[in-house]
């Protein structure tokens, strides 16, 4: 695995919101989805998330964009994100 797939899957396996916000983002597709949707789907207040989504961004793992006045995410690192959830999963870390 190569480091930012390390880094990745470590950052992931940390914050379990993480996880859940990139796989829903990863289903989701290029269409992304809206903060709030991503927020509830977390189990977390909306500024919560908000820190998230800002880790993530300065990660390059997510990008914002704004469609129909609804802050939206997109999944930016679809490869590495794929590669540290397979291995999350594949090893019985995310039990």
Do not use: W
């Not at 859940?20 to 207040?45: F, K, M, V, W």
């Amino acid at each position: 695995m190569e480091t930012q797939e390390n880094a990745l899957t470590l950052a992931l396996m940390t914050e379990p919101a993480r996880a859940t916000i990139c796989r829903a983002l990863l289903d989701a597709g290029e269409d992304g989805l809206p903060a709030a949707a991503l927020a509830q789907l977390a189990g977390l207040s909306l500024p919560r998330a908000a820190h998230l989504f800002q880790e993530l961004m300065q990660a390059e793992v997510v990008a914002l964009s704004i469609r129909e006045r609804q802050v939206c995410y997109v999944l930016k690192a679809r490869r590495a994100v794929r590669e540290a959830l397979g291995y999350i999963d594949s090893s019985g870390l995310a039990d």
